[in-house]
């Protein structure tokens, strides 16, 4: 049985005899011939169809060599006896309009081709390609590289930011899209990227806000780059986000963004503001010893875990009772946050086990730390929020699972917010 880098083997052989810019001379032969005629090389849709054509051709060459076990010109292994048979043609559909491919045959009619499976009739496949690798966090000499290994061809660093920068009138009209007129509750959280800016490379802030209508599914509402936040800021996101037709939020929770109070006053006045109380566990208790943690946290836990808001109150006090002496900092940053904390309090179950994180838009940050996790820093904003984009499109185009209790919790909400929720 041939192993994996056979066919391999034979799209890195027929690379070879590139010119300066890394283009096979072979596939410039072909277009140059193709697409010498008035109108032929100064449209870059034909050059892309004639490339498209010929990697697949040469990813069909390459997998045929590795299912026969040999390469064009070489001698059959013992006991082989399938062999070539000639090509048929087919016509693919593609992101460049329709184009013509050699489908490489066998005797015994078992080679199906992967790239392009049998009775296949549309190709979204080379910009889809790219754009997948893209937003998977790999830079373009990493995709130029892995075209080169498995499909024989070299592409420019142009063709792959022509590629990338294709989805940036697609970001613009998400962006700007129109939304929900109320959302239960929205999300905001922020992920580090580090970026490039006139002072030189900053650690800047990619706000990401996840919106909750009444349907239960969980949208990205959008993303904005910032070096600071403040209220200014929240107030101008906020109001974007009115703008696009968002009429009521009925919970809004954060990390504790600095700020954030004023601009949910100013914006939406009826929203209850409440902030994770995972994060305020973590900055409270930051100055806390690891072998002291997990008695601390225990402790803390009687104050989100109390039945309402009195019984929080009394769990505070007995934890400061308990642990000034060693840590007064912790139960002194609870007290100053008291009003942002306790919200959810005032709720039941349901409405609590929704709202007392930002877990729901923390998860989603993961993955998309890991697109630009990658590089050392990213060149620009833009850069930043296209590679961003591409990984939320990847994420099923910031649309996440709707929650199992939802039906329960959207009762509870129905009970606590009468009259806001639409009929």
């Keep these: 049985m041939p192993n994996d880098e056979s066919g391999m083997k034979a799209g890195r052989k027929r690379s070879n005899g590139a010119d300066g810019d890394g283009v096979p001379q072979e596939l410039l032969d072909q277009l140059l011939e193709q697409y010498q005629g008035p109108g032929g090389m100064s449209d870059p849709q034909a050059l892309l169809k004639g490339l498209t054509a010929a990697v697949l051709n040469r990813a069909m060459e390459a997998e045929l060599d590795h299912h026969l076990g040999y390469e064009r010109g070489e001698t059959p292994p013992t006991g082989q006896s399938n062999r070539r048979n000639g090509k048929s043609p087919k016509r693919l559909r593609t992101d460049q309009g329709e184009v013509k491919v050699e489908v490489p045959r066998g005797r015994d009619g078992s080679f199906e081709p992967k790239i392009v499976p049998r009775h296949q009739r549309q190709f979204g496949g080379f910009d889809d390609k790219i754009l997948s690798m893209y937003a998977r966090g790999m830079t373009v000499r990493d995709i130029r590289a892995h075209l080169e290994e498995m499909y024989g061809v070299d592409v420019s660093p142009d063709l792959v930011s022509r590629v990338t920068d294709s989805v940036m009138d697609e970001l613009r009209a998400w962006q700007t899209?129109?939304?929900?007129?109320?959302?239960?509750?929205?999300?905001?959280?922020?992920?580090?990227?580090?970026?490039?800016?006139?002072?030189?490379?900053?650690?800047?802030?990619?706000?990401?806000?996840?919106?909750?209508?009444?349907?239960?599914?969980?949208?990205?509402?959008?993303?904005?780059?910032?070096?600071?936040?403040?209220?200014?800021?929240?107030?101008?996101?906020?109001?974007?986000?009115?703008?696009?037709?968002v009429q009521d939020i009925l919970v809004l929770c954060t990390d504790g963004l600095a700020g954030m109070g004023e601009a949910i006053e100013a914006i939406f006045p009826r929203a209850v503001f409440q902030t994770c109380i995972v994060h305020v566990i973590r900055?409270?208790?930051?100055?806390?010893?690891?072998?002291?943690?997990?008695?601390?946290?225990?402790?803390?836990?009687?104050?989100?875990?109390?039945?309402?808001?009195?019984?929080?109150?009394?769990?505070?006090?007995?934890?400061?009772?308990?642990?000034?002496?060693?840590?007064?900092?912790?139960?002194?940053?609870?007290?100053?946050?008291?009003?942002?904390?306790?919200?959810?309090?005032?709720?039941?179950?349901?409405?609590?086990?929704?709202?007392?994180?930002?877990?729901?838009?923390?998860?989603?940050?993961?993955?998309?730390?890991?697109?630009?996790?990658?590089?050392?820093?990213?060149?620009?904003?833009?850069?930043?929020?296209?590679?961003?984009?591409?990984?939320?499109?990847?994420?099923?185009?910031?649309?996440?699972?709707?929650?199992?209790?939802?039906?329960?919790?959207l009762n509870q909400f129905a009970i606590y917010f009468e009259g806001r929720l639409p009929q």
């Design 177 to 245: 899209r129109p939304l929900e007129p109320v959302y239960c509750i929205v999300y905001l959280d922020a992920l580090m990227a580090k970026i490039r800016t006139k002072a030189g490379v900053q650690n800047c802030a990619v706000y990401m806000a996840v919106g909750v209508p009444p349907e239960g599914t969980r949208e990205v509402l959008g993303m904005w780059v910032q070096d600071a936040e403040g209220a200014k800021f929240w107030c101008a996101i906020l109001e974007e986000l009115r703008q696009r037709g």
């Design 283 to 409: 900055s409270s208790t930051r100055f806390v010893p690891w072998k002291d943690r997990k008695a601390v946290c225990a402790d803390l836990r009687t104050i989100y875990t109390a039945q309402d808001i009195d019984a929080a109150e009394e769990a505070l006090a007995e934890f400061k009772a308990k642990w000034d002496g060693q840590f007064p900092t912790v139960a002194r940053s609870w007290r100053n946050r008291w009003a942002e904390i306790t919200p959810f309090l005032g709720y039941p179950a349901e409405i609590r086990k929704a709202i007392h994180t930002t877990n729901a838009i923390e998860a989603l940050n993961r993955n998309l730390r890991k697109a630009v996790k990658t590089r050392g820093h990213l060149p620009s904003e833009q850069a930043a929020l296209k590679r961003l984009s591409l990984a939320l499109r990847h994420e099923r185009k910031g649309q996440v699972r709707r929650s199992r209790d939802w039906n329960q919790a």
